[in-house]
């Protein structure tokens, strides 16, 4: 029997990538998890890999993006389950590029996904997570703090997140619940390919010379692994940590160079 048996935890974006790695995470510590993102198919596979080596997750697919989906998720957790003793919100994906280039709808786009959903999902969740005095982990990004001009939607949208988590925190004092969030640095992802791939596009230069750049300029030995940000989110979400609240962790290898 692990640290989290008998907890119910909803991980967005939950079927790759660092969602992926935080839900096999509780799982192993014998979590029932429920994973929630857009393919199906994408879900099958991370169930069954997670199911090898702990708790066989739940799944949900749908579209973050609406109130219809965020509250379609709410409810299947509360038929299935009836609690929910952690929320990660994990989902949202913003483009990078050229700030002239990119179009009205990307930014709509990135705000829908992850600070909408986020900010949806933690209302609609909030009186399970009051009642079992849960947590909820946000997973923002180091732009939050580090503005770049190729990765205006993303810094936007984080730094949105970012406010409204600490702002949740204070509520989170009130009802027993933690708040937490995580800044991921650069994070070996299928998400990290996209992004080089649009910083490469944007600068004329090949992924391979945007990913060197991005080492060269942050002075990094290696490029994260999901793994370092899931065993905080476990550490996070666990009664060792219980006093940590409103909390802001950069997991990025020293990238960030700011105070806070």
Known sequence: MGEFSDKVVVVTGGSRGIGRAI?????????Q?????????????????????????????????????CEALHAFVQ??????????NNAGATRS????????????????????ACVRLSRLFWPMLKETEGHVVNIIGGAARTPDALFLIGGSVNSAMANFSKGLAG?????GVNVNVIHPGMTETDRITTLLQQRAQASGITPDEARNE?????????IGQPEDVAELALFLCS????????????VDGGQTSGLF
């Open 79 to 88: 038929e299935k389950l009836g609690r929910c003793d952690v929320l990660v």
């Open 33 to 69: 998890t429920v994973l929630a993102a857009s393919s199906q198919d994408n879900l099958d596979k991370a169930a069954v890999a997670i199911g090898n080596s702990g708790v066989k997750p739940l799944t949900f697919a749908a579209d973050l993006k609406s109130l219809e989906a």
């Open 23 to 31: 839900a096999q995470s509780f799982a192993r510590e014998g979590a």
């Open 239 to 250: 009664e060792r940590a219980r006093h940590i609240q409103g909390a802001a962790i950069a």
């Open 97 to 116: 590029g050229n700030f002239l280039e990119l179009p009205d709808a990307a930014f709509h786009d990135g705000f829908a996904l992850k600070y909408y």
């Open 171 to 175: 509520l989170g004092k009130k009802d």
């Open 214 to 222: 991005m080492l060269a300029k942050s002075g990094l030995r290696r």
